[in-house]
Structure formats: C-alpha cells, structure tokens
C-alpha cells in the first residue's frame, strides 16, 4: 500500500514503502508546508546579497581571476571597483 501520494514515492515499484520511501514523501509534505506559510521565500529574500540577486555566486568569484571576474560583474550590471574579493 503507498503513503499519503499513493505510490508516487514507491521508487522501487514493490508496492510497499520503504524506511527510505517514507522518509522522502516526508520531507516532501514539509517542504510543501514551509513553501504554503511563506518561509521559504521569506528567508531567502532576506539573506541575498547583491551578487545573489544578480545571479552569481560570491564563492565562485572569489576563485576567478580579475578579468573574468571584472567581466561577469559588468555583464550583470554591477561594478566591480564595488567589490572587494
């Protein structure tokens, strides 16, 4: 017999749930509350820094050289004399 979703989390087709199973359509139905009550989109909203909200990833540009550095910041619109990696 499948959970709550009926065999949508039976991965391996045997008709019952798995420890494993059980545990993946669990976290599923909690991800689904935190996405309903807004928490989310509430705590990523609020921790994005300039760089995130353009679209880049801080560490990845911290690894770049400063040429291709300076080019992907000015591709996004930011200036890169702003920033200091």
Do not use: C, H
Request: aromatic fraction near 12%.
């Amino acid at each position: 017999m499948g959970g709550i979703f009926g065999n949508m989390f039976d991965f391996d087709r045997d008709g019952k749930l798995d420890s494993f199973e059980r545990t993946m359509e669990f976290g599923f139905i909690q991800s689904l509350d935190k996405e309903v009550s807004g928490e989310i989109y509430d705590e990523d909203d609020e921790n994005l820094t300039e760089l995130e909200e353009a679209g880049l990833d801080p560490e990845e540009l911290e690894f770049m050289d400063d040429d291709e550095r300076r080019e992907i910041l000015e591709a996004a619109g930011l200036n890169p004399d702003d920033f200091d990696f």
